[in-house]
């Protein structure tokens, strides 16, 4: 048995959500190896083979895997997978977009966003956003599974000596070709991995009054969350958008400003450590999930915070 | 061309769901259904390419009990100009319905087949992608924008850290996500002309696919309650509290 753990990087380092899957994997019994696959990027390779819990790492190198495009993955996968009982990858939108390409190519019924391993073939999953958790046994001979990264306590960085080894590329696809993106700039620690969260909604009104909320992140080395309201209203880009269909956070404090608390959006934070929620609400369904609430005007109360802190 | 939507009823987005008693699944008896939010974005777009003069007919195909014809009939009514009933009393996996719609695309031979990015009552975000690996076809997953020309779509689409634009082939998958457009209503003339839409109905077991099971589900519970929480009364406190009671800042 050994588990094959497909990295997720930007060719320069790897995101968080690889080293929590790398934690899940190591929840299997056997060896954990790591597939990096992309362009130019033995860098992170190198950092990969530091964590904890990697027994070898896998290099797949060529030009058109710089943008990691599904047509491209599943096939590199598929091409290797014979080796492995279980592979997995994030389930991160990079994760859901190639995974479930690699789980048909080998006839295998895909586990998406799992929170916990009870043994080798039996996971638990949330489903209707998060109002349930299924426990599920899989079958197939070989489990294809995404991992939901704050199920999962991120392996150490340091401390590992996996061995590298480069693997051949395939063919690049020809149904599919990268033409660009708009990356969103942010100084602010990323969203899935920050300890703090704030994050606002319909509330805030405007784009504008954002700021009064990065000043409060600013002070609490926090990432800046939305719920979809404010992202429909233009306030703040989508990738801010926290809830079952942006993403899904479990930082030690989220404050939620301005949130009415849909089950949409609780799908994606109510697993946060410390919940506050500041509504002028008090019947606000936020205040059902929320350990410290406070009933007040979040124009008076966050600049108030603010210098309290 | 000719598109092929694929739509799923599920319990109502609105809908506060329950565990049933014996954890087998949820409460399903006399709770309200309706079509996929993500699944409506897909039919949307669909008509919208046929009103932009891009696609000539819009197919609109649905795997389910009998009652998912109303599901069906919704969608002739918002303007897709035909149905195709997959009879199945038994929830497919994502799996088997990649491989039933691939047997619909192969009778259909759409030239683009729209989905929506997950269904909201099992939240795997699968059949997309496996439908495009099944066909060998690329795909647009968690579109945010569609343009077609020329035989190619291009295809913005939603990840992590902002936006990415892929070109595609035809034929292409593409699944929708929420930002993709604003999915309008049927109005009661439209919901009335639906009646007489063609919608052919086939039995899941005729069509000689293979939809047997792979996983089991041993249970479904309530996800853990959290604590009653506190309100506080001003801002010093609130500080007072997470700095001292819950140690967070």
Same mark, same amino acid.
């Given at each position: 048995?050994?588990?094959?753990v497909?990295?997720?990087h930007?060719?320069?380092?790897?995101?968080?959500?690889?080293?929590s899957?790398?934690?899940a994997?190591?929840?299997?019994?056997?060896?954990t190896?790591?597939?990096?696959?992309?362009?130019?990027?033995?860098?992170?390779?190198?950092?990969?083979?530091?964590?904890?819990?990697?027994?070898?790492?896998?290099?797949?190198?060529?030009?058109?895997y710089?943008h990691?495009?599904a047509?491209?993955?599943?096939?590199?996968?598929?091409?290797?997978?014979e080796?492995?009982s279980?592979i997995?990858?994030?389930?991160?939108t990079?994760?859901?977009?190639f995974?479930?390409?690699?789980?048909?190519l080998?006839d295998?019924?895909?586990?998406?966003?799992?929170?916990?391993?009870?043994?080798?073939?039996?996971?638990?999953r949330p489903?209707?956003a998060?109002?349930a958790?299924?426990?599920?046994?899989?079958n197939?001979?070989?489990?294809?599974?995404?991992?939901?990264?704050?199920g999962?306590?991120?392996?150490?960085?340091?401390?590992?000596?996996?061995?590298?080894?480069?693997?051949?590329?395939?063919?690049?696809?020809?149904?599919?070709?990268y033409?660009?993106a708009?990356?969103?700039?942010?100084e602010?620690?990323?969203l899935?991995s920050?300890?703090v969260?704030?994050?606002?909604g319909?509330?805030?009104?405007?784009?504008?009054?954002?700021?009064?909320l990065?000043a409060l992140a600013d002070?609490?080395?926090?990432?800046?969350?939305?719920s979809?309201?404010?992202?429909?209203?233009?306030?703040?880009?989508?990738?801010?958008?926290?809830?079952q269909?942006?993403?899904?956070?479990a930082p030690?404090?989220?404050?939620?400003?301005?949130?009415?608390?849909?089950?949409q959006?609780?799908?994606g934070m109510?697993?946060s450590?410390?919940?506050?929620?500041?509504?002028?609400?008090?019947?606000?369904?936020?205040?059902q999930?929320a350990?410290?609430?406070?009933?007040?005007d979040?124009?008076?109360v966050?600049?108030?915070?603010?210098?309290?802190? | 061309?000719k598109?092929?939507?694929?739509?799923?009823?599920v319990i109502?987005?609105?809908?506060k769901?329950?565990?049933?008693a014996?954890?087998?699944?949820?409460?399903?008896?006399?709770?309200?259904?309706?079509?996929n939010?993500?699944?409506e974005?897909?039919v949307?777009? *669909?008509?919208?390419?046929k009103? $932009? =003069?891009?696609a000539?007919?819009? /197919?609109? !195909?649905?795997? &389910?009990?009998? #009652?998912a014809?109303?599901?069906?009939?919704?969608?002739?009514?918002?303007?897709?100009?035909?149905?195709?009933?997959?009879?199945?009393?038994?929830?497919?996996?994502?799996?088997?319905?990649?491989?039933?719609?691939?047997?619909?695309?192969?009778?259909e031979?759409?030239?683009?087949?729209?989905?929506?990015?997950?269904s909201?009552?099992?939240d795997?975000n699968q059949?997309?992608?496996?439908?495009? *690996?099944?066909?060998g076809?690329? $795909? =647009?997953?968690f579109?945010?924008? /569609?343009k !077609?020309a020329? &035989?190619?779509? #291009?295809?913005?689409?939603?990840?992590?850290?902002?936006?990415?634009?892929?070109?595609?082939?035809?034929?292409?998958?593409?699944?929708?996500?929420?930002?993709?457009?604003?999915?309008?209503f049927?109005?009661l003339p439209?919901?009335?002309?639906?009646?007489?839409?063609?919608?052919e109905e086939?039995?899941?077991?005729?069509?000689?696919?293979?939809?047997?099971?792979?996983?089991e589900?041993l249970k479904?519970?309530n996800?853990?309650?959290?604590?009653e929480?506190?309100?506080?009364?001003? !801002?010093?406190?609130?500080?007072?509290?997470?700095k001292?009671?819950?140690k967070v800042?």
């Amino acid at each position: 048995m050994t588990t094959l753990v497909i990295a997720e990087h930007n060719n320069q380092q790897a995101q968080a959500s690889t080293f929590s899957t790398i934690a899940a994997a190591t929840q299997l019994s056997g060896d954990t190896v790591v597939l990096v696959a992309g362009h130019n990027c033995q860098a992170t390779a190198e950092q990969i083979a530091k964590a904890q819990g990697v027994s070898k790492v896998l290099v797949a190198d060529a030009e058109h895997y710089a943008h990691l495009l599904a047509e491209d993955l599943d096939r590199l996968v598929v091409a290797i997978a014979e080796d492995y009982s279980h592979i997995l990858a994030p389930a991160s939108t990079f994760g859901k977009n190639f995974m479930p390409r690699v789980a048909a190519l080998l006839d295998v019924q895909q586990i998406s966003e799992i929170t916990a391993i009870d043994s080798d073939d039996v996971f638990e999953r949330p489903v209707y956003a998060g109002n349930a958790i299924a426990t599920v046994k899989s079958n197939d001979a070989k489990k294809v599974i995404t991992v939901r990264a704050t199920g999962f306590d991120a392996v150490a960085e340091e401390g590992g000596s996996a061995t590298i080894e480069a693997i051949e590329a395939k063919e690049a696809s020809a149904t599919s070709s990268y033409v660009g993106a708009e990356l969103t700039v942010s100084e602010r620690p990323e969203l899935t991995s920050a300890r703090v969260i704030v994050s606002g909604g319909r509330g805030m009104g405007s784009g504008e009054n954002f700021t009064m909320l990065e000043a409060l992140a600013d002070k609490l080395g926090a990432a800046v969350g939305a719920s979809r309201a404010a992202v429909d209203a233009g306030f703040v880009p989508n990738d801010y958008q926290v809830g079952q269909t942006g993403k899904i956070v479990a930082p030690e404090l989220y404050i939620a400003v301005g949130i009415s608390g849909a089950i949409q959006h609780l799908a994606g934070m109510k697993d946060s450590k410390v919940i506050v929620a500041i509504n002028k609400d008090e019947e606000a369904p936020i205040f059902q999930v929320a350990d410290y609430g406070l009933v007040a005007d979040l124009f008076k109360v966050i600049p108030e915070l603010n210098d309290a802190l | 061309m000719k598109i092929l939507v694929a739509i799923k009823r599920v319990i109502d987005a609105n809908v506060k769901v329950r565990v049933n008693a014996d954890n087998t699944g949820v409460e399903t008896a006399n709770v309200k259904m309706s079509m996929n939010p993500f699944c409506e974005i897909a039919v949307e777009e *669909a008509i919208r390419l046929k009103e $932009q =003069g891009v696609a000539s007919e819009v /197919v609109a !195909v649905c795997i &389910g009990p009998q #009652q998912a014809q109303e599901t069906l009939r919704t969608a002739l009514a918002l303007g897709a100009d035909k149905a195709v009933l997959v009879k199945s009393d038994e929830e497919l996996e994502s799996l088997a319905v990649a491989k039933v719609l691939k047997n619909i695309v192969e009778k259909e031979e759409p030239q683009m087949v729209l989905l929506g990015k997950q269904s909201i009552d099992s939240d795997n975000n699968q059949t997309g992608q496996m439908l495009g *690996a099944l066909l060998g076809w690329g $795909q =647009g997953t968690f579109a945010s924008e /569609v343009k !077609v020309a020329d &035989g190619k779509a #291009q295809v913005t689409r939603e990840i992590d850290g902002g936006l990415q634009t892929v070109e595609l082939t035809m034929p292409a998958i593409v699944t929708t996500d929420l930002r993709l457009n604003e999915p309008r209503f049927a109005s009661l003339p439209n919901i009335m002309k639906a009646k007489r839409k063609p919608l052919e109905e086939l039995a899941v077991a005729d069509l000689g696919v293979d939809i047997a099971p792979r996983t089991e589900t041993l249970k479904v519970a309530n996800p853990p309650a959290r604590q009653e929480g506190i309100k506080v009364e001003t !801002v010093a406190e609130l500080v007072d509290k997470l700095k001292n009671d819950a140690k967070v800042i």
